[in-house]
């Protein structure tokens, strides 16, 4: 009873303010922001001095306004080209086919990889009408086309959408000459790559195994 009186307390919140109000909301769209941790940074913003918040609203806005995506991964980037690939020591033969951004963290936090990445933007998923369409899948074949690239490794998330996806892409790059390889199974079944720890996922990719293989031992038993 306590509780309900607490939420309907905090959902009926009254604001001497419609501006304080308005910026309470905005914060509580955020994702793991209720609507108490907002009201706390919206206060805590209106008590700082007035160029630091405008400072806090410029990042913010320069943020959305001028990242653009690398045109070679699709990674998140300042120029044109990101960091990642224009470093002349990475080996652009190589390439990580992730499924996010965040994966791309993911994979260089571990410092086993020097290849490069391809950002699909998502994984097939029928359910939430995710197609191969509405992914960066054409133009990965088209980099493997004209690139020469030696390994491409799916390192997608081991769930069924990442399974299908995997297969989906392999079927689209498998008369290429391109070795397509995927992590050693150090990753949990189910494992979302963002939450795997550094090692775990290091010595997956430093272990990767022939994707075609992982196809052939999965059917053998069915
Ligand atoms: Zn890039």
Do not use: W
């Amino acid at each position: 009873m306590k509780i309900i009186c607490v939420i309907f307390a905090l959902m009926h919140q009254t604001y001497s303010s419609k501006l304080l109000e308005e910026a309470v909301e905005e914060f509580a769209t955020l994702p793991g922001i209720g609507r108490k941790t907002a009201l706390r940074l919206v206060l805590h913003l209106l008590k700082q001095e007035d160029k630091e918040v405008e400072h806090f609203g410029r990042t913010i806005l320069r943020m959305k306004e001028e990242i653009i995506n690398c045109r070679e991964c699709h990674n998140i980037s300042d120029t044109e080209v990101c960091p990642i690939c224009s470093d002349p020591y990475r080996d652009k033969k190589t390439v990580c086919v992730v499924e996010s951004i965040r994966d791309v963290m993911s994979v260089e936090n571990t410092q086993q990889f020097t290849g490069v990445y391809h950002v699909l933007g998502g994984i097939i998923s029928p359910m939430d009408g995710i197609g191969p369409a509405d992914l960066s899948i054409e133009s990965l074949e088209q980099k493997v086309r004209l690139k020469q690239i030696k390994e491409v490794i799916l390192a997608l998330s081991t769930t069924m959408e990442g399974d299908t996806t995997n297969f989906y892409i392999y079927r689209r790059l498998k008369d290429l000459p391109v070795t397509i390889s995927t992590l050693a199974r150090g990753l949990a079944i189910g494992d979302d790559l963002e939450y795997a720890d550094e090692v775990t996922l290091g010595r997956s990719l430093l272990n990767r195994i022939s994707f075609e293989e992982t196809f052939k031992n999965n059917n053998h038993g069915t």
